[in-house]
């Protein structure tokens, strides 16, 4: 079948218009009533994200290529753009926890692979889903990956010029980001040079087929899903008035910070278990994504709700996120 290029162009807008929105705004940051931020961000993640999809299928890998380059997305941002993986003062972050080797060690852990699920692999797997037909081909031609190259640079700028207005002055060490450069390079070849090629397209199991019992119900894998969405972020990022992870203080900081990493690391391996089986069906991606994405929506209305009205607009949100949810799991069946 040949792919329009309308059609590509379409879904590659979605993606770049859904991606901020998964990764911010359905956590509560912005508030809703400061939604226009997204335009701001939207050049970086929209375009990150678009970018890393149009690499990832030209160079024919999978979601493990998909998650290293997300976790290379969020040191761009995070190290390079608003530097706040160095930064002493910027949103306060180097107080949760001590800093390692210059970094803010407790955000770093958190906000890396947040990045690397919740602003890359999640956004492209909900327009995989929306746009199955496209699933496995780059949605861009060579003038469109590009563009989405040049926009994503841009953005970056443009973060990095804003971030001059809430932490003046500050400049990262020279040799911080010559490290965060050459980590980024390191996962680039890794993703898109070493790991081995899935099948493509995947072979898939017969619609009648029985999914093997390795493989939960999809209400379970939701389940599971916001258990470890909401336990990873409750672990790492403080809430509740609490200035450390977990409400813990001095040295103890360090116990949710290793059960954070112990929990994602479970996480993986169960998915991992999961997906290599011929009984992971679409249905069971969406209860993945739409597990991880509701609690993360009912964390941030409980830890990022600065006002009443900020936490009922966010739930309210959450509420029309999840219909839309069950829409396209209509779909999917």
Same mark, same amino acid.
């Given at each position: 079948m040949v792919t329009s290029p309308a059609r590509g162009r379409w879904a590659a807008l979605l993606l770049a218009g859904l991606t901020?929105?998964?990764a911010e705004l359905t956590l509560g940051n912005p508030p809703l009533r400061q939604a226009w931020l997204l335009l701001l961000w939207t050049p970086i993640y929209g375009a990150g994200?678009? $970018?890393?999809?149009? $690499?990832?299928?030209?160079?024919?890998?999978?979601? %493990?290529a998909v998650l290293l380059l997300g976790a290379a997305y969020g040191i761009v941002e995070e190290g390079l753009a608003l530097q706040a993986l160095t930064s002493p003062t910027l949103y306060g972050v180097a107080g949760w926890a001590p800093r390692v080797l210059g970094l803010n060690s407790a955000y770093t852990e958190?906000?890396?692979?947040?990045?690397?699920?919740?602003? &890359? *692999?999640?956004?492209? @797997?909900?327009? !995989?889903?929306?746009?199955?037909? $496209?699933?496995?081909?780059? %949605? $861009? +031609?060579?003038? +469109?990956? &590009?563009?989405?190259?040049?926009v994503f640079v841009l953005g970056a700028l443009l973060l990095r010029w804003t971030t001059a207005f809430v932490d003046p002055g500050y400049q990262a060490p020279p040799a911080a980001l010559v490290a965060f450069? @050459?980590?980024?390079a390191a996962l680039a070849v890794l993703a898109l040079r070493v790991l081995p090629r899935p099948p493509n397209p995947p072979a898939a199991a017969p619609r009648t087929a029985a999914a093997p019992r390795t493989v939960p119900a999809p209400p379970v894998i939701a389940c599971l899903a916001g258990? =470890?969405?909401? +336990? %990873? @972020?409750?672990? @790492?990022f403080p809430f509740g008035g609490a200035h450390h992870p977990a409400f813990t203080?001095?040295?103890?900081? =360090?116990?949710?910070? *290793? #059960? =954070? #990493?112990?929990l994602a690391v479970a996480a993986g391996l169960l998915l991992r278990r999961w997906t290599a089986h011929g009984g992971w069906r679409d249905r069971h991606s969406l209860a993945l994504a739409g597990g991880a994405l509701v609690a993360h929506t009912a964390?941030?209305?409980?830890?990022?709700? =600065?006002? /009443?009205? !900020?936490?009922?607009?966010?739930? #309210?949100?959450?509420?029309?996120? /999840?219909?839309l949810l069950a829409l396209l799991a209509r779909r999917t069946r």
């Open positions: 901020p929105v998964v994200t678009v $970018l890393i999809r149009e $690499l990832v299928r030209r160079a024919g890998r999978g979601w %493990y958190l906000n890396i692979p947040y990045h690397a699920v919740f602003s &890359v *692999a999640l956004p492209i @797997l909900l327009v !995989d889903l929306v746009v199955p037909a $496209l699933r496995h081909r780059p %949605y $861009l +031609g060579r003038t +469109g990956l &590009v563009v989405a190259a040049v450069v @050459l980590v980024i258990v =470890a969405a909401f +336990g %990873y @972020l409750g672990l @790492l203080r001095g040295g103890w900081v =360090a116990v949710p910070m *290793a #059960a =954070a #990493a112990l964390f941030g209305v409980i830890a990022n709700g =600065a006002t /009443t009205t !900020d936490r009922v607009s966010l739930a #309210a949100l959450g509420v029309v996120m /999840t219909v």
